[in-house]
Nanobody, 116 residues
Framework: QVQPVESGGGLVQAGGSLRLSCVHS????????MGWYRQAPGKQHELVAT???????NYADSMKGRFTISRDNAKNTVYLQMNSLKPEDTATYYC??????????WGQGTQDTVSS
């Protein structure tokens, strides 16, 4: 069983930064890609960024250049550094952990609010 737990959300002014962390309880030998998704009020989940076990990253176009995903396998943790935040980045951010067999685990989410 893998249970991702996010932290680091909060309230920030436009132009500011936040750093999200997500620690999971799975074995590093079973975990493949990790990622971040978000859901704004009234909208569907959307991809923010993903990172493979080998460190290959993928970003949604609107996050490129502003957000950086990274992972520390020794700490079972994935990070999301968010800079130059905009009010439209306000959302609940969810961490995902992919394991062998195609199973994906979701965290409970952390709320980020960007004020104008």
């Amino acid at each position: 069983q893998v249970q991702p737990v996010e932290s680091g959300g909060g309230l920030v002014q436009a132009g500011g930064s936040l750093r999200l962390s997500c620690v999971h309880s799975g074995s590093i030998f079973s975990v493949n890609a990790m990622g971040w998704y978000r859901q704004a009020p009234g909208k569907q989940h959307e991809l923010v960024a993903t990172i493979t076990g080998g460190g290959r990253t993928n970003y949604a176009d609107s996050m490129k250049g502003r957000f950086t995903i990274s992972r520390d396998n020794a700490k079972n943790t994935v990070y999301l550094q968010m800079n130059s935040l905009k009010p439209e980045d306000t959302a609940t951010y969810y961490c995902t952990v992919d394991v062998g067999g195609g199973r994906r685990y979701w965290g409970q989410g952390t709320q980020d609010t960007v004020s104008s």
